[in-house]
């Protein structure tokens, strides 16, 4: 069965202090991995897109990376306004469908 | 450009009302999804519209959930009748192409059924 599994749940963290947020799945014939933010009462909003594995895409202080079995968000000196929930999601090709992480909620602290 | 947008942004209501959710795309976009994200559980698929017709509709529910896209523009959800656990938060996304491409969200329709 096609997963997405996100860690940690939540995340807290110091203005400037670096981390990681995992994407970890199986998924029958990736086509894609994604990466949205999700502010508190909004829908998703599109960050990026990672198509085969060793690929790298970066954006302010965002840069995303893709394995063969996971990926992973990593967030350079974080601010404030970075707080948010992170959706990863995996594009399968052979059900043509979306396949969603819980996400991480991330809190940065000033 | 406008991007997605959905109507109510709320909806409170009994068990066995029926309530409709609308979708507006993006003008132009032909591809539209519905998804739907439970308490404590990951957001999922529930159908894909291409234009006006039901590409998969294979995240349905039940036959109590249905869907329509007439002229291929905006969308409509219809829950008929609502049981507690269709409570949740209903998303629309859509895209210019269908397959592994960004899909672009709306900021849901948060479904509570008392």
């Known amino acids: 069965e096609d997963q997405v599994t996100q860690s940690p749940e939540a995340l807290r963290l110091q203005e400037g202090e670096s981390s990681s947020l995992n994407c970890s799945y199986t998924v029958s014939g990736l086509r894609g991995l994604f990466w949205y933010r999700q502010d508190p009462g909004k829908g998703p909003e599109f960050l990026f897109t990672?198509?085969?594995a060793g690929e790298e895409k970066e954006k302010e202080r965002l840069k995303a990376t893709l394995t063969k079995k996971e990926s992973f968000l990593h967030i350079t000196a974080p601010k404030p306004e970075d707080s948010a929930t992170y959706l990863c999601?995996?594009?399968?090709?052979?059900?043509?469908?979306?396949?969603f992480g819980q996400g991480t909620t991330l809190q940065v602290k000033p | 450009e406008a991007g997605v947008t959905q109507f109510p942004s709320h909806s409170v209501i009994e068990k066995g009302q029926t309530v409709t959710l609308r979708c507006d795309p993006i003008s132009g976009h032909d591809n539209l999804y519905w998804y739907r994200r439970v308490m404590g559980k990951e957001i999922k698929f529930l159908l894909h519209f291409v234009k006006e017709s039901k590409q998969d509709e294979s995240g349905m529910p039940n036959n109590r959930f249905l869907a329509e896209r007439t002229g291929g523009t905006y969308s409509t959800l219809k829950v008929q009748p609502a049981e507690l656990e269709d409570s949740g938060v209903y998303f629309c996304a859509s895209s210019n192409r269908q397959g592994p491409y960004e899909q672009y969200f709306g900021p849901g329709t948060r479904l509570t059924v008392t």
């Open positions: 990672l198509y085969s």
């Open positions: 999601a995996a594009y399968s090709g052979n059900t043509g469908k979306l396949i």
